[in-house]
């Protein structure tokens, strides 16, 4: 089961670092990745690591955004900066065991519950 946190209100141009934790499993070995979804909008990648270590972002918070391990915590975090207001929507993690990038939804077999994070002044 996994569990997304950090979401929050923030201003336009602001900062907020989400962070997906497991329970009864370990991250290490599974690609991770953060989806959002807006009233209204299909759920849309955003950004995704590998269990290597390689990452990819979609163009929409590509450098903007960082995702990373932090194998101590065994969480993923994703650091979104210069937030918009089109950055508004629940944010998801998801896990799937694989080695590399994995982009389809449909492929993930583990989701966290969501974090809702809203950029608006």
Known sequence: QLQASGGGLVQPGGSLRLSCAASGFSLDYYAIGWFRQAP???REGVSYISSSG?????????????????KSKKTVSLQMN???????????????????????????????QGTLVTVSS
């Open 40 to 42: 209204g909008k299909e």
């Open 54 to 70: 390689s990452t990819y972002y979609a163009d929409s918070v590509k450098g903007r955004s960082t995702i990373s391990r932090d």
């Open 82 to 112: 210069s937030l918009k207001p089109e950055d508004t929507a629940v944010y998801y993690c998801a896990a799937v065991g694989a080695v590399g990038i994995v982009y389809e939804v449909g492929q993930y077999d583990y989701w966290g």
